[in-house]
Structure formats: C-alpha cells, structure tokens
C-alpha cells in the first residue's frame, strides 16, 4: 500500500483494535460498544480509501480540473458497499471493473464490506449489532486486501 492517507488511517485502526482487545480486560459489554466504534472507522476507512485511491489516480492520469471535478465526485458517494468499488472501478475501465468483482467475490471480500457498511448503519440507527472487535479485525484484513487491489490496477 503506497497512498500515504490510507496507510495512515489504516495503521491507526490497526492500533487501536489491538488497544482495544487489552483495554477491555474481559469485560464482554465494554468489548460489544469497541466493537461499534472500530465498527464505524472502519466504514470511515472505506468511504475514505474510495476518494483516495481513485482519486490519486485521477490526478496522475487528467489535467487539475478534471482530476478536481472526479475527486468531488467521488467524495459524495457514501456507505460504500463492495458494488460502489466495483462501479467506480467500472467507470474508470470496464476490465477494471470485472477483474475487481472477481477479486471481491473471493475469500469473504464482498461480506466484509458490506458487513462494515450494513453493521454502521444498525450502529448510527441505534439498533442491534452482533459485530465483535475479533469480527472488525478479520473484516480490515479483507478490506485492505481490496485496497491494494485498486491501488495495483490505478498503478
């Protein structure tokens, strides 16, 4: 992973779920309310990576205008499900678009993402969550495999 913001908000969640997991000391419900905030970063991360990664390429790849114009663009779409990363990918190239929807429909990729976005909006809504710190973790890992994925096509 090379896009600096991304690495950077990574690492901090990174932290602080291995923070959490030791600052909990056992106690089952402070570990249920954790779990929703990292819960809630980590769609952060998502709706964030989105305008970077693409974004770092739009202004690689256009002239300062159009590269603001998309960077906007891409800053409005919110709660970004696995088919947003799939259609903005599209967008850019169809084979982008293909190859990235192969990629996130194997090893859990497309569950962990829309598991972040649908347990942030149960979060934000006050309902129920059954998410878990040990969940978000394993979730990071397949969504950073995602990241380096775009970044790779976006080389």
Known sequence: ???????????????????????????????????????????????????????????????????????????????????????VSAAFNKAWGTALENFIEEDGRKEAINSIMANRHLIAHGRSSGITIARVSEYLGKVLDVFEFVEQQCK
Request: aromatic share 6%.
């Open 1 to 87: 992973m090379k896009n600096r913001e991304v690495v950077r908000q990574t690492q901090s969640l990174q932290a602080l779920v291995k923070k959490s997991q030791a600052a909990t000391g056992g106690d089952i419900e402070i570990q249920a309310h954790w779990a929703k905030y990292l819960c809630v970063l980590a769609a952060g991360l998502l709706e964030n990576a989105l305008v970077e990664l693409y974004g770092d390429y739009c202004r690689r790849a256009a002239s300062p205008a159009v590269a603001n114009f998309s960077v906007a663009a891409l800053g409005r779409i919110q709660n970004p499900k696995s088919q947003a990363f799939i259609d």
